[in-house]
């Protein structure tokens, strides 16, 4: 399965055996708010580092904010360190879960088998916080 449910990821996090990426652009986070203890790993400007095309709507979004100071060795040491030497899961978040699904793929097809989409995103993060 490529999701997880916040609750699970949550509880991976507690257990030491996940970590949460956040692939939401600075901007979204600067505006929306950040959640606690994830990695910052923004999706559009690495898939531009990549090589890999944005859709109008991606590059909207990407226009919207700075860009984040990582080049391709940075992400690659980033996600390395969380997916080998810490053997934990990817558990990649966006804003509503759909984003992420994309980022986890791709994860996946970069040789990172435990890249899992947190379902429901920032979104479901934030009414947990507020319930």
Not at 2 to 18: I, P, R, V, Y
Not at 77 to 98: F, K, P, Y
């Amino acid at each position: 399965a490529l999701e997880s449910s916040l609750a699970s990821a949550t509880e991976l996090c507690h257990l030491g055996l996940g970590t949460m990426v956040d692939i939401r652009q600075s901007f979204e986070i600067e505006m929306k708010g950040a959640i606690p203890d994830t990695v910052h790993v923004p999706l559009f400007e690495v898939k531009l580092m990549l090589g890999h095309a944005l859709t109008e709507g991606e590059q909207d979004i990407l226009d919207a904010g700075q860009p984040k100071d990582m080049d391709v060795q940075s992400f690659f040491t980033t996600i390395n360190r969380l997916h080998h030497a810490h053997d934990n899961l990817l558990l990649c978040i966006c804003n509503s879960g759909r984003r992420s699904i994309y980022a986890a793929q791709m994860l996946r097809s970069l040789g990172y088998p435990k890249a899992l989409s947190v379902a429901g995103g920032f979104q479901a993060w934030k009414k947990l916080q507020q319930s």
